[in-house]
């Protein structure tokens, strides 16, 4: 109780200096920048019969902290074995793109992974050879930033190790991984937050608190790789810190017939995502192009428009039952992108009818009061952002042109 009454007077007197601050000094540097950052790394591959992709943006954020692993084909002898990873760091980048790099390694170098085959593939043995590697990472992690003095940054780290028999789904905090199997999610990895029983024992026994649903006040997830702040209590062991590098580790046999694609992502995209609407709508996306590639690119601004503030990375793992494209389907968009252009000529000519005038913020605002089941699912309205602004600039263009045809001494050049 001391410490959240603390906690309390000290969020109060911060938000009291902000209100009295003064002309002359220094606003403190944002977190977000004025406007997104819009451009996407995007990068795509198959092997294996696996088509898999990768889109990455930074968005509002200041800076970009997300990394990952894209990995179709391991070495010898994990033949027919693949491993995917998105890391999502926090106050910097350096611990989330050390990890990209050198997780895997780690992994590898487990004698007990080295010793699996297709006919001899122990799962537990598996599970126990990616928590070794994480431990064992992290502790590497602790002495380099500490001779290397590192930013005081941590990542949290979602995987998929892909065996010819199974998938183990590997996760540290709150980006997620699903499986779709036979149009549905099958299986998704639970987020790490302090809130939930099990995180909130171990930090208290730690000496820490939850408050304000994070560790001490300030950290989000209750596991993660970095974070040594919170790694310090001396009377206990890596995994029963206040945050904790253990990753809980999955088995699920795979299903080649019914199985169709993995996605794994940072909680950018899960904010404005449930795991339901995300498989939904990327099975949507997979019908009109088959290509995982543009699947990543539209979830990116489908998220960015729903209203998503963080960097956003995803990545599409399809399987020889993914859905490919269907004639059907590229008809039905075809007709829903015919019937919001003609909406939305409709609604801008009601528009201009109004004292405001026309608007894109009004136009979204009339199509939100509508039903549309054909609207993508999952994805909604802000899916279909594009063909929307189209047709309203198309609009917007065409009025403008007519006002200086009825108009022509508007654009003349003053004396």
Not at 121 to 135: G, I, S, T
């Given at each position: 109780m001391a410490n959240f009454v603390r906690l309390v007077v000290s969020e109060a007197e911060r938000m009291m200096s902000r209100f009295f601050k003064t002309e002359q000094e220094e606003e403190a540097p944002s977190f977000f920048l004025e406007v997104p950052r819009t451009e996407k790394l995007l990068e795509q591959g198959e092997a294996g019969g696996i088509k898999y992709a990768l889109g990455s943006m930074q968005g509002w954020r200041a800076h970009m902290e997300d990394a990952h692993s894209l990995q179709p084909q391991l070495p010898s002898p994990l033949v027919g074995w693949a491993f995917f990873a998105v890391y999502d760091g926090h106050a910097g980048h350096t611990v989330a793109q050390f990890c990209a790099q050198h997780l895997l390694d780690h992994l590898l170098a487990t004698e007990a992974l080295s010793g699996q085959t297709e006919e001899e593939?122990?799962?537990?043995?598996?599970?126990?050879?990616?928590?070794?590697?994480?431990?064992t990472l992290d502790k590497r992690m602790q002495a380099l930033?500490?001779?290397e003095a590192w930013e005081r940054a941590g990542?949290?780290?979602?995987?998929?190790?892909?065996?010819?028999?199974?998938?183990?789904?590997i996760n540290l905090g709150d980006s997620r991984a699903l499986l779709c199997r036979s149009g549905t999610v099958n299986f998704y990895t639970d987020d790490h937050k302090p809130t939930k029983p099990r995180e909130r024992e171990r930090i208290e026994n730690a000496g820490g608190t939850v408050t304000l649903q994070r560790v001490n006040g300030s950290l989000a997830v209750s596991r993660a790789l970095g974070d040594f702040d919170y790694k310090g209590v001396a009377w206990c062991s890596p995994t029963q810190q206040l945050v904790s590098p253990e990753p809980e580790v999955d088995q699920l046999p795979r299903c080649p017939e019914e199985d169709e694609f993995l996605v794994l992502a940072c909680d950018g995209i899960w904010d404005t995502f449930d795991n339901a609407g995300l498989c939904a709508f990327?099975?949507?996306?997979?019908c009109l192009s088959g290509n995982p590639r543009?699947?990543?690119?539209?979830?990116?601004?489908?998220?960015?428009?729903?209203?998503?503030?963080?960097?956003?990375?995803?990545?599409?793992?399809?399987?020889?039952?993914?859905?490919?494209?269907s004639q059907e389907a590229l008809q039905k968009e075809r007709e829903l992108d015919a019937y919001l252009e003609q909406r939305?000529?409709?609604?801008?000519?009601?528009?201009?009818?109004?004292?405001?005038?026309?608007?894109?913020?009004?136009?979204?605002?009339?199509?939100?009061?509508?039903?549309?089941?054909?609207?993508?699912?999952?994805?909604?309205?802000?899916?279909?952002?594009?063909?929307?602004?189209?047709?309203?600039?198309?609009?917007?263009?065409?009025?403008?042109?007519?006002?200086?045809?009825?108009?022509?001494?508007?654009?003349?050049?003053?004396?």
């Open positions: 593939e122990d799962p537990e043995v598996v599970k126990e050879a990616v928590r070794q590697a994480f431990l930033s500490q001779a990542t949290t780290a979602v995987g998929v190790l892909v065996s010819p028999r199974h998938f183990y789904f990327v099975r949507s996306r997979l543009d699947v990543c690119e539209c979830v990116l601004d489908t998220c960015l428009y729903k209203g998503s503030r963080d960097n956003m990375t995803c990545i599409v793992v399809c399987f020889p039952a993914a859905p490919g494209v939305v000529a409709e609604l801008y000519k009601e528009l201009l009818q109004q004292e405001e005038g026309p608007s894109l913020v009004g136009l979204f605002r009339c199509l939100a009061t509508e039903v549309n089941p054909s609207l993508p699912p999952g994805g909604g309205l802000a899916s279909k952002r594009a063909v929307i602004m189209t047709a309203y600039e198309r609009l917007k263009q065409r009025r403008e042109e007519e006002q200086r045809l009825l108009d022509p001494s508007a654009n003349s050049d003053s004396c």
